[in-house]
């Protein structure tokens, strides 16, 4: 009897053994399936818009649909980056609006996350409660009450705003609850002796932020500032609200200007190569800003929710 249980026993620990390795290697593969559709889903509008770039009128227009450009037409690149329209648009969209606006958010949200984190003073953490309760708000619901605001402000002859960036990068000094909580929980990883050991030391809380903190914090910085400007890089409803001049367009509403006008002319066909290496161009330098800063920008997601 102990004889016949020592001899089954081991074959049913093998088969349960080759069970659990075939589930294993099920689950792997079935995860791994998964990552790569979705990396293809994310993937495949990029390429379908640098093929389309590529391509001529005839390529584009064929069913079945051509993946692959045959021949390539990299003229269309040169055409996009020698047009002065395009031009324009770029030196809006970066010294006009996403330089000021993003420098501005990141000074702004560091020093006010900085109060929150470092300084005591009476009603701190209710005011960042309530900062933070202002991410609820949409911008849809406060965009037409901040219309009429500036609106109200040009005709009191307090500045101009309507038909310039103002409203957008103005209220970028005020900061942003979001940067403001990612910067304030980054500030509560760093030990409150090196805050300590500068005041000791007769540093100011400025002094102590720049010389001592600010070095600290490069990924968290690069977070905000890489979030802050693609947003502004891509913004299409914000600069379509207050801009009303084509000369001032950024990338965004060139973009569909251009489109408004190769479709308005006659009943020649819309020239999407074209549009495609235009709109290819002004995707570049975000994918090219974040190839380059993705480890500092990993880094500093996994280091801001260290400590609540």
């Known amino acids: 009897m102990s004889t016949a249980e020592t001899t089954i026993t081991p074959t049913s620990r093998g088969r349960e053994t080759g069970s659990w390795t075939a589930r294993r290697i099920t689950g792997v593969a079935l995860k791994y399936?998964?990552?790569?559709?979705?990396?293809?889903?994310?993937?495949?509008?990029?390429?379908?818009?640098?093929?389309?770039?590529l391509k001529d009128d005839p390529q584009v227009y064929r069913i079945p649909p051509v993946l692959a450009p045959n021949p390539a037409h990299w003229n269309n690149f040169i055409d996009a980056?020698?047009?002065?329209?395009?031009?324009?648009?770029?030196?809006?969209?970066?010294?006009?609006?996403a330089l000021p606006n993003t420098l501005f958010t990141v000074i702004s949200s560091t020093l006010v996350a900085y109060g929150f984190s470092r300084i005591k003073w009476p009603g701190r953490d209710k005011l960042f409660y309530l900062c933070i309760a202002t991410m609820l708000i949409p911008y849809t619901v406060t965009m037409v009450p901040l219309f009429i605001v500036f609106k109200r402000?040009?005709?009191a002859g307090l500045g101009r705003w309507i038909g310039t960036y103002n409203p957008m990068v103005v209220p970028a000094l005020f900061g942003n609850a979001f940067y403001i909580f990612l910067l304030?929980?980054?500030?509560?990883?760093?030990?409150?002796?090196?805050?300590?050991?500068?005041?000791?030391?007769?540093?100011?809380?400025?002094?102590?932020?720049?010389?001592?903190?600010?070095?600290?914090?490069?990924?968290?910085?690069?977070?905000?500032?890489?979030?802050?400007?693609?947003?502004?890089?891509?913004?299409?409803?914000?600069?379509?609200i207050y801009i009303n001049k084509y000369t001032m367009y950024?990338?965004?509403?060139?973009?569909?200007?251009?489109?408004?006008?190769?479709?308005?002319?006659?009943?020649?066909?819309?020239?999407?190569?074209?549009?495609?290496?235009v709109s290819t161009v002004a995707a570049a330098p975000i994918i090219i800003i974040f190839f380059f800063a993705q480890r500092t920008f990993i880094e500093g997601i996994a280091l801001t929710g260290l400590k609540g």
Do not use: C, H
């Open 33 to 53: 399936l998964i990552i790569i559709f979705l990396a293809a889903s994310y993937a495949f509008p990029l390429y379908w818009m640098v093929s389309s770039a």
């Open 153 to 155: 402000l040009q005709d």
């Open 250 to 277: 950024p990338l965004a509403l060139g973009i569909q200007k251009l489109r408004a006008m190769m479709s308005s002319v006659g009943n020649a066909p819309l020239a999407y190569p074209y549009l495609m290496a």
């Open 81 to 97: 980056w020698r047009s002065d329209e395009f031009t324009l648009y770029t030196f809006n969209s970066v010294f006009r609006y």
């Open 184 to 240: 304030r929980q980054f500030f509560l990883t760093l030990p409150e002796e090196l805050s300590d050991a500068a005041r000791v030391d007769g540093a100011s809380e400025l002094g102590t932020l720049v010389r001592i903190l600010l070095p600290l914090m490069k990924p968290a910085l690069a977070v905000v500032a890489l979030f802050q400007f693609m947003g502004t890089w891509a913004d299409y409803l914000g600069p379509l």
